[in-house]
């Protein structure tokens, strides 16, 4: 049975096929490698996180395989790695959704929370998943932070968040303020630490760094003031 759509007050739902050419393909892809997760994948951190960063899919043989969010392609090794090198990670590699890695202050999510055919989720299945991702964003209280990897998950952010994208711009390493005025939220942009950008160097781990050094700063300005 396809559901129709999911609602902005959506939980984690393992069972989903809201989007039939998701569902269908994870079937496929299910058969072909029985021992893969093959699901909707959950988010993946501290429940009451300060920060929640923004993917924009899981991988066919990273998250969609494990299980957990940025685990098992190498988009996680440079995404784990600076997330313990700021403290939000006990261990700089996550090896599989039952090791012993945990994160404080910080959540992983995507924007589209199943495997898409060449990594490629339609604007269609964005907008139909992003009741998850407004759900996985209510939790953070007022002045945390949220961090987009690429466009797809900073336009996701903001149609959750219910912002203007015109007001908004995507920009590595740009600043957003969003949100409610009672719960306002920064939105940081970067691109993705995929492969692809590592490897043609238009994202460095020093440029990965400073992203997160403006976050480190805004977290310590918020403290400072409670």
Same mark, same amino acid.
Request: glycine content about 6%; some cysteine; aromatic content about 8%.
């Given at each position: %049975?396809?559901?129709?759509?999911?609602? !902005?007050?959506?939980?984690?739902?393992?069972?989903?096929?809201?989007?039939?050419?998701?569902?269908?393909?994870?079937?496929?892809?299910?058969?072909?490698?029985?021992?893969?997760?093959?699901?909707?994948?959950?988010?993946?951190?501290?429940?009451?996180? +300060?920060?929640?960063?923004?993917?924009?899919?899981?991988? %066919?043989?990273? =998250?969609?395989?494990?299980?957990?969010?940025?685990?098992?392609?190498?988009?996680?090794? /440079?995404?784990?790695?600076?997330?313990?090198?700021?403290? +939000? =990670?006990?261990?700089?590699?996550?090896?599989?959704?039952?090791?012993?890695?945990?994160?404080?202050?910080?959540?992983?999510?995507?924007?589209?929370?199943?495997?898409?055919?060449?990594?490629?989720?339609?604007?269609?299945?964005?907008?139909?998943?992003?009741?998850?991702?407004?759900?996985? /964003? #209510?939790?953070? !209280?007022?002045?945390?932070?949220?961090l987009a990897l690429g466009r797809i998950?900073?336009?996701?952010?903001?149609?959750?968040?219910?912002?203007?994208?015109?007001?908004?711009?995507?920009? &590595?390493?740009?600043? &957003?303020?969003?949100g409610p005025p009672e719960r306002a /939220?920064?939105?940081?942009?970067?691109?993705?630490?995929? #492969?692809?950008?590592?490897?043609?160097? #238009?994202?460095?781990?020093? %440029?990965?760094?400073?992203?997160?050094?403006?976050?480190?700063? &805004?977290?310590?300005?918020?403290?400072?003031?409670?």
């Open positions: %049975m396809i559901r129709p759509i999911v609602s !902005p007050d959506a939980v984690y739902d393992a069972d989903c096929r809201a989007c039939q050419r998701l569902a269908t393909f994870l079937d496929k892809v299910k058969v072909a490698n029985p021992t893969y997760f093959c699901k909707p994948v959950p988010p993946f951190g501290d429940d009451k996180a +300060w920060l929640v960063i923004v993917g924009l899919a899981p991988g %066919m043989h990273g =998250a969609n395989a494990s299980g957990r969010p940025f685990t098992g392609d190498y988009a996680g090794v /440079l995404l784990y790695q600076t997330l313990f090198d700021f403290g +939000w =990670a006990t261990k700089p590699q996550s090896l599989s959704a039952t090791d012993d890695l945990k994160l404080t202050g910080a959540r992983l999510t995507n924007a589209v929370k199943c495997l898409p055919p060449d990594n490629k989720p339609t604007p269609a299945e964005a907008k139909k998943c992003n009741g998850f991702l407004a759900n996985d /964003l #209510r939790a953070i !209280p007022k002045g945390g932070a949220i998950a900073h336009d996701a952010v903001l149609r959750a968040l219910e912002a203007r994208a015109a007001a908004h711009p995507f920009a &590595h390493g740009a600043a &957003h303020r969003v /939220l920064t939105l940081y942009d970067s691109y993705h630490c995929s #492969r692809y950008n590592t490897n043609t160097r #238009r994202l460095t781990p020093q %440029m990965f760094h400073d992203v997160f050094e403006k976050i480190r700063v &805004h977290h310590d300005g918020i403290r400072a003031q409670s």
